[in-house]
């Protein structure tokens, strides 16, 4: 298998100015290990986990972790992951890169970056829940086949707000949406209340673009920004 879910990959040029967003959103830092080079962080609102990288990376990136990486690249392979970077030497922090059809970007670590640290159940971001990391695509069916690889289930299609299918897993959950106004990777939030959260999130200084499908009413649904371009999409599920 590709390995365990780790981060979502962003390249933040200014790490000070995005890492404020994000805790100003109600993420929380994580310590991290001194893997990179470069300034680094982490931050997480217990479902979903985003690394800060102030350093240029195709972005933003599913990362995973698989130990002895450098053992299993024959494996990988097989699952017809095409490699773009190898970096598996000896004397470095071995680590691959790819991408799935619709060109999604993907990293592959041998170790973790930080530890993982405990967060409550009950506990949620402004954003509201975390559903899924969605990505933009024309067609479902190569998408669906490449993940299926790798453990993801396709539910069903849904139609309610506009095309798009989710595939689930024990650490990452992924969605293929078929929408001309989705161009870029989003973050997608919902709570039954989205109404409330917006009016407190503009309350608050936070600009609402309506960079979304047409059928989503934009009194109760919006797209914010994080300064690295990172793109969060609040919706209201349909009752």
Request: glycine content about 6%; hydrophobic content about 40%.
């Amino acid at each position: 298998m590709i390995g365990r879910f780790l981060e979502i990959s962003v390249y933040a040029p200014d790490i000070l100015a995005s890492l404020a967003f994000y805790e100003s959103l109600g993420f929380q830092q994580i310590t991290v290990n001194e893997t990179w080079t470069y300034p680094y962080a982490v931050i997480t609102d217990g479902r979903l986990t985003v690394g800060l990288h102030q350093h240029p990376i195709k972005s933003p990136s599913l990362t995973f972790v698989k130990a002895d990486l450098a053992r299993h690249t024959d494996e990988l392979r097989a699952l017809d992951l095409v490699f773009e970077q190898e970096h598996l030497g000896g004397d470095e922090f071995n680590e691959i890169s790819c991408h799935d059809p619709n060109g999604q970007h993907m990293r592959i670590l041998e170790a973790r970056t930080f530890s993982p640290i405990d967060v409550s159940p009950t506990f949620s971001s402004m954003c509201g829940y975390f559903v899924e990391y969605g990505i933009p695509v024309k067609e479902f069916a190569e998408g669906v086949q490449f993940w299926d690889r790798f453990g993801l289930i396709a539910m069903e299609e849904d139609t309610s707000l506009f095309d798009r299918i989710s595939l689930t897993s024990d650490h990452l959950n992924l969605g293929l949406h078929r929408s001309r106004a989705l161009r870029h990777p989003v973050l997608v939030f919902e709570d039954d209340d989205m109404h409330t959260r917006l009016q407190l999130l503009k309350h608050r200084g936070f600009e609402l673009s309506d960079e979304m499908p047409d059928a989503l009413d934009a009194d109760r649904n919006a797209v914010i920004i994080a300064p690295e371009g990172t793109r969060f999409l609040l919706m209201q599920p349909v009752s």
